[in-house]
């Protein structure tokens, strides 16, 4: 009688120790107490990689050491506050499913051979801390899928505010996204990022004059856009990129402005030319990268408050009734961290959060890491 096939539990190995002299790989079948070597391989580290892997492994005053530092005061920050809203109004931490925690982006490279996105905010602190369920790192995962990993809540917007008329959420925070809604037809959602939204207002605004934020635009309204500045601006490639695309301080920023400062203009100008950059990229993304003349535009976001900007985005988008999430369902302050309740309930239900046609994923995909509560 043959002999019956043996079992097997085959696991696989890494290991690249502190010497960095190599990447030892194995391959073992662990179904008995002693494991059974199947293969084994020891890979060598590219000389640029193992260079940069040594200058990261040094202790001192460095960028991971600020990195680790802010990982986990910023969780800190995130779970007292919470548990301080939560007793505020009588609320137990044990009637609390999960909190869907975005974290701080540090860094959002969607290109590039190697693309990455890195959030902030540990979630293992914020559970601990809390007692609750915490489901964080969203980004990532759609970037593995080849997508941008952003932005992701066209997902929210379409099940919430698709109507019955062609509709546009524009979200302005520090960058400006868009989500496209066709009317009744949530499953045809599309959007991207537009470009800067707050991020240049405010750095401006901090720089010139100590403060925090234009509020309501008022200093810019002192002023006129200068036309060549605001051409400038705009002739940047990332506003005729087609979607899906998305972008970060790491494009958008002071430097990046003040590249584009080559003579000397009134600091009011350039908040006002500021200003008209946003509505104009804003305009452009819907009618001519979106190919869209909707309807309704409803807008969300802390750049809803800056009555300018407010205008000057009505201005550039004269066939479209102007509004905010607020006269439909949801204030504009509070979307977007909605939407991230949102997504920690899809990840527990396992259930796709991404919108493939709007970060370029090769197809949905549960977003999403589960940090459980005591």
Known sequence: MPEAPLAEALYAGCMSGTSLDGIDLVVANLIDAVP???????LAIPGPLRSDLLTLSQAGADHLDLFGHCDV????????????LLSEHGIEAERILALGSHGQTVRHRPQGPHPFTLQIGDPNVIAERTG???VADFRR??????????PLVPAFHAALFTGAADRVIVNIGGMANITTLPAGQPEA??????GPGNVLLDAWTERELGQPLDAGGQWARQARPDPAL??????????????PKST??????LDWLQTRLDRSIAAAVVQATLTELTARSIAHGILNT??????QVMVCGGGRHNALLMERLEAALPHAELGTTDEVGLDGDWVEAVAFAWLAKLRLEMLPGNLPAVTGAAGSRILGAVYPGR
């Open 36 to 42: 059974r070597l199947i293969a084994a391989r020891t």
């Open 73 to 84: 005061a910023l969780a800190e920050t995130i779970a007292d506050g919470l548990n301080d």
């Open 132 to 134: 609750i369920t915490v």
């Open 141 to 150: 995962r759609d970037m593995a899928a080849g997508g941008q990993g952003a």
């Open 189 to 194: 959602a599309g959007g991207f990022d537009t």
């Open 230 to 243: 605001l051409d400038a601006f705009l002739a940047d490639p990332y506003f005729n990129h087609p979607a």
């Open 248 to 253: 970060g301080r790491e494009h958008f920023n």
């Open 290 to 295: 979106a190919g869209m003349k909707p309807k």
